[in-house]
């Protein structure tokens, strides 16, 4: 295969509260090794709303997205950076009407938009963009509405064509997983399915010539127990290993841990978004292997909440027609349950790459320090690893 291999940034699973089945990662830099293999269509229009201007400058089209680069400026000057939420992105002129992804920059961006409708005017509109400096963080909202020049049409055609596999379905060890792939001549996307309840703990990759993963450099939920991978063209080979797993299950097992805080030990961070380490606790009731470390934390609106790191891995949550029923909880001193912060299934990797067994955290906001002294949390569903041959020959 002729296109680079990169490394992915994000390995393990991180498992938010509500969000066990509907993992969104970017997994590795946009990297299309010989460079982006579509003829770039310059673009020269402008729009300017509260203060910003936003030029576009350059556009790639292909039948499996469109790439908008854009540049931002506030009152002529480059921002030390940028921020545009994918629910601020519109577009007309496209298979869909929204981007795929959010967008940041210092000065120049890239909006990932699907393929563009043959024939149809495109415009993209932006209604918010958010300013980070050193003081904070400035939304300014208005509208920015930037008209695109498509390719030419003796062009078109070939840029948009795309190439679709029959769909595939591999099962091992009680999982199934079924993927169908579309590629063109900018990206490979592979649509994917598995057993619902499972939650993948490494990210599709296409295994090369020399046994080596690539990465796919987006991943995306389509659906309760459905996602979509976008990977660098392959259209250089004319076949290719995709390969799955491993994948976490839930089991029915549960454990109990109450545990004793003295109050000395609860120091509140006086810097937001800072934590500090509790230096010593007891575990006065259930299991006294749970519960490892215990952490008080400030968020950068001054909420105050404790986080504790639980040996082994729990699911946070189950879904049944497609509603979540969280998995655990943490009751405080008084035996009220404690509003749920966030939720951390981290997994090992070794130097062969095979998943491991990690730690798990939960948070929980702490209104008053007196409601942490004892704190009993409960875990309803022990996960464990699943791993099997998923492979697919494409």
Excluded: C
């Amino acid at each position: 295969m002729s296109f680079r291999r990169v490394s992915p940034k994000l390995f393990l699973v991180t498992v938010g509260l509500l969000a066990i089945a509907s993992i969104v990662v970017i997994t590795s830099d946009r990297d299309d090794g010989d460079g982006f293999p579509i003829p770039t269509v310059v673009q020269t229009s402008t729009s300017e709303s509260g203060g910003v201007r936003i030029d576009s400058l350059s556009a790639r089209y292909s039948g499996t997205e469109t790439l908008i680069e854009f540049a931002v400026s506030v009152h002529g000057k480059p921002p030390s950076q940028f921020l545009i939420s994918k629910d601020r992105i519109q577009a007309s002129g496209f298979s869909r009407s929204y981007g795929d992804s959010d967008v940041a920059g210092s000065e120049r961006g890239i909006v990932r938009l699907p393929p563009m409708v043959p024939n149809a005017d495109q415009f993209l509109k932006i209604s918010e963009v958010v300013l980070v400096t050193n003081s904070g963080k400035e939304a300014i909202t208005g509208v920015w509405e930037l008209r695109l020049s498509p390719p030419a049409p003796s062009q078109t055609e070939a840029l948009l064509r795309v190439e679709e596999f029959e769909k595939q379905t591999v099962s091992s060890d009680g999982v199934a997983v079924s993927a169908h792939v579309i590629r063109s001549i900018s990206s490979t996307e592979v649509y994917y399915d598995v057993t619902t309840g499972l939650t993948p703990l490494q990210p599709p990759r296409i295994i090369d010539s020399n046994g080596a993963s690539i990465w796919p450099f987006r991943i995306a939920p389509a659906g309760p127990a459905s996602f979509v991978a976008s990977f660098p063209s392959t259209e250089k080979s004319p076949s290719f290993r995709l390969r799955f797993g491993p994948f976490a299950r839930t089991l029915g097992v549960e454990a109990t841990a109450r545990v004793y805080i003295d109050p000395e030990h609860l120091t509140v961070p006086v810097e937001s978004s800072t934590r500090t380490q509790i230096p010593a606790f007891f575990v006065v009731d259930g299991d006294r292997t749970l519960v490892v470390a215990a952490e008080l934390e400030k968020d950068d609106k001054g909420i105050v909440f404790i986080v504790l790191e639980l040996r082994g891995n729990w699911a946070g949550e189950s879904v049944s027609d497609g509603a979540p029923t969280p998995l655990w909880s943490v009751s405080g001193t008084s035996g009220a349950p404690l509003e749920r912060r966030f939720f951390e299934a981290n997994y090992t990797k070794n130097d062969l790459g095979e998943v491991g067994y990690g730690r798990t955290k939960v948070g929980v906001v702490i209104n008053d320090l007196v409601e942490a002294t004892q704190l009993t949390v409960r875990v309803f569903g022990q996960s464990e690893i699943v791993n099997g041959n998923w492979d697919m020959v494409v």
